[in-house]
């Protein structure tokens, strides 16, 4: 095992670790797991989107945390989900756009 085995073992590590605390909305009933919350990215472990209140919740990888940005359009979630790189999209399109935020909770 080595590379993107450890990659996404970390990932659930960290996952697993976040379910009670920052998701409990994404958790699947069945499994007591969360739901669609992975991201394929270096920068990004997982983030959520609340339809209703338009609140997007990203947990960083590494030592960053967790986020809340407010006033978060579905349409713009929608293209962060579908950039190519999330991180390049993070950093140069949606940080751009000043949305209100809130840190949820420091990394441990």
Known sequence: MGGREDF?????????????????????????????????SSVIAAMHYDDAAHALTIVYRGKRGTYRYYNVAPEEYSEFRSAPSKGTYLNKIFKARQHPYERVRPSN
Request: avoid cysteine; glycine fraction near 6%; hydrophobic fraction near 55%.
């Open 8 to 40: 996404l073992q970390a990932d659930e590590v960290l996952l697993g670790t976040l379910q009670a605390i920052v998701f409990p909305k994404m958790l699947s009933p069945a499994s007591n797991r969360l739901v669609g919350a992975a991201m394929p």
